[in-house]
């Protein structure tokens, strides 16, 4: 005889959602391990649980979303979001401000620590389900970036997204070189990569 799992009284929960979002819902700390002894949900990371039924989504980047609220993906992972690298970061590159207590993750996640003044810059949303968002650094930024940063990401991998970028339709160099300008000795490097790939 096949024993019957419960439905879980969901208490209006969406597919992910934290300990204290559950409990304010009304289900208790007992109830809420008992789903996860059941099966009925996944326990993602300290205080964050995820439905089972729910559709997949990227779990490192939920628990970027929760625990680093200012989180920024950038570098070679948001060239790879932008389609601007063919490379598959084996490893998720974010940003943080200057400043900022650097949390625990997981071991596939590398933080950055970028200056407080220019960190804003170029800041885009992902949504990566309900309630849960990552900063993303637009394509100009994540450019701009990478050109002056190449000693540590690979110049070949900054002249490849540049050379992508400008085949884009719409792209103009003068936009990369406003956002350039922006950061210190960047604007120089820009326009020395716009002279290797021209």
Known sequence: MRTKTATPDRGGLP?????????????????LYAYRNQGLLEQIGRGLYRWADAPEIDQDLLEVAYRVPRGTLCLVTALARHGLTDIIPDRIDIAIPRGSRIPTLRPAIDVHV?????FD??????????????????????????IRLRHREGA??????????LRRRGTKPATLIEMAKRFHGAERAVRNALEVVL
Request: neutral net charge; glycine residues 6%.
């Open 156 to 165: 070949d991998v900054a002249w490849e997204a540049l050379r992508r970028w």
């Open 121 to 146: 810059l170029g800041h885009e949303e992902l949504n990566i389900t309900d309630g849960f968002a990552v900063g993303l650094y637009s394509a100009e930024r994540s450019l701009v970036d990478v």
């Open 114 to 118: 970028f200056a407080k003044k220019t």
């Open 15 to 31: 597919s992910v959602f934290t300990y204290s979002r559950a409990r304010a819902a009304g289900i208790s700390a007992e109830r």
